[in-house]
């Protein structure tokens, strides 16, 4: 394929969904991402499962899906049960801009989740898995920061209702300062392939989903400012990115979708209640269990949901946690695993919350009662009676066979509108009526976002979703490379009206 002039911009809303944006655009507030739907394509972009940040953006990055991988979340097993690390980067393949890079294609990462920074030809500055620092070039962080007059900014700290005012600063603030950053280092560096995520929207999404999803003369005034910062910013990204000339193509794209969570599913709780999971005595989950009744109960009265934030914020504080602890006991599949009868136990779900694993250290998991269990495991959870359970098997659904740090399990509840936890804080698998006041109220979904407009783009949208692993293959054949044959994806160029 001949090398083709065509730049590539890739804007990058964690947790994007059309299902807040549409709403938003129509109403005015996003003017910028208007236009690119009007003089574009708009399409649904079905993620890859588990539909979260780290699998889903590396799978874009590479083309590749998690089978391939062997990445299915934020972190995977290490050691005995109860004991996880961070995944490795892009194990085991190159993302679009390391092939681009290496055909003398300068290219722009900027706050991806990555480990560190690493050397190709152009510029990487990581996002949350990272250490200040470790961009590449290492001085490239002195360099933004110097022209923002700033430190450059990381990743949201974990949320209070009683700081909701300054969180909301400090998340409308970042994305502002991280579309100045790649607007300078577009000026500074001019890369033909970037990608710049703002991972902020993925949080506020997570905890305030109840309020976006109000009508938007509704939606409280911090939150519209949020997203009309969102909005200016790709616009400041996206104009510098044309500035500097010759035929572009702007990629708006989300990892995955968002939606309102109605209900929490205790995987762990349900492998107990049916003996999949063996404890060697119950210490510890008495105490717990009769607060987290007393919890739930409370939730049905005005008074109870009013003292829930507030008795919340307190158990969050590190001098409260100890005395928690001592009250209740401890609740986390860390804390328990220690409790657990590994002799005895069949299946777990750690550190996955959507996986069930079988147990290694089981005398009697034998490669033919391991299929059994697998059966039976599935037969019973598509069974369970109070909630709709998916469940897969990572063979079946991956192409690549890079598994062996796959759960041998994993589970889609309700549609994803019930969110799947690994720990022991309430009494019974099943919690319908879900206390906000720890966790928020949105959750991921399959169907993320794709807009797509410049030169070469036709203008319409699509009848059926796109997927992101196509996303990878479109690019590089945007860019005049032929893409790799090993890759999950196929290029939708063509349907974009994208030429070589």
Avoid at 41 to 68: C, H, M, N
Avoid at 286 to 305: E, Y
Avoid at 435 to 459: C, K, N, Q, V
Wanted: charged share 25%; proline share 7%; aromatic share 10%.
């Amino acid at each position: 394929m001949t090398t083709s002039s065509r730049r590539f911009l890739v804007l990058g809303l964690d947790g994007g969904t059309f299902d807040l944006l549409d709403p938003l655009m129509r109403a005015g507030e996003l003017p910028f991402l208007r236009s690119l739907v009007t003089g574009g394509v708009r399409a649904p972009l079905t993620s890859v499962y588990p539909a979260k940040t780290i699998p889903a953006w590396y799978s874009f990055a590479t083309g590749k899906d998690p089978g391939e991988l062997g990445i299915f979340g934020f972190t995977e097993p290490e050691g005995e049960p109860g004991h996880s690390k961070i995944v490795q980067t892009f194990r085991p393949a190159d993302a679009i801009w390391d092939r681009l890079s290496r055909v003398g294609r300068k290219v722009g990462v900027l706050n991806l989740p990555l480990r560190t920074g690493y050397p190709l030809h152009g510029f990487v500055v990581p996002g949350f898995f990272s250490e200040a620092g470790d961009t590449f070039p290492r001085e490239i962080r002195s360099e933004i920061e110097g022209a923002l007059g700033c430190p450059y900014p990381g990743e949201l700290p974990v949320y209070r209702e009683s700081e909701r005012r300054e969180w909301m600063r400090a998340a409308t603030h970042a994305v502002v300062q991280r579309g100045r950053a790649a607007s300078l280092l577009i000026q500074h560096h001019r890369p033909e392939f970037l990608f710049v995520l703002f991972r902020e929207t993925d949080r506020i999404e997570h905890q305030h989903w109840n309020e976006l999803a109000r009508p938007v003369g509704e939606i409280p005034a911090d939150l519209l400012e949020f997203w009309r910062t969102v909005d200016t910013a790709c616009r400041e990204v996206d104009t510098a990115f044309r500035a500097a000339g010759g035929p572009a193509v702007t990629f708006v794209l989300s990892d995955h979708g968002h939606g309102q969570v109605r209900s929490d599913f205790l995987t762990n709780r349900w492998l107990e209640q049916e003996k999949f999971l063996v404890f060697r005595n119950n210490d510890g989950l008495a105490g717990r269990d009769l607060i987290a009744r007393a919890i739930l109960f409370s939730q049905k009265f005005s008074v109870g949901r009013r003292l829930g934030k507030p008795m919340a914020e307190l158990l969050r504080l590190q001098r409260t946690q100890t005395i928690s602890k001592l009250v209740s006991g401890p609740t986390s599949f860390e804390e328990m695993a220690e409790r657990i009868d590994w002799a005895k136990t069949v299946a777990f779900s750690y550190p996955i919350p959507e996986g069930i694993y079988l147990n290694p250290h089981n005398p009697d998991l034998t490669p033919e009662r391991r299929d059994a269990v697998l059966r039976e495991l599935t037969e019973r959870l598509e069974a369970y009676p109070e909630a709709k359970i998916e469940v897969f098997n990572p063979r079946e659904i991956y192409r690549g066979r890079n598994l062996e740090r796959a759960p041998a399990l994993l589970i889609r509840v309700d549609g994803m509108t019930t969110e799947p936890w690994m720990d022991f804080r309430y009494p019974r698998p099943l919690i319908r009526d879900r206390p906000e006041f720890f966790y928020g109220s949105g959750t991921h979904r399959m169907d993320g976002i794709l807009i797509a407009s410049g030169d070469g783009i036709r203008s319409g949208g699509f009848d059926a979703a796109l997927n992101l692993l196509d996303v990878a293959p479109t690019i590089l054949e945007g860019m005049g490379l032929e893409p790799p044959a090993d890759m999950s994806g196929r290029s939708f160029g063509a349907r974009l009206g994208l030429g070589a």
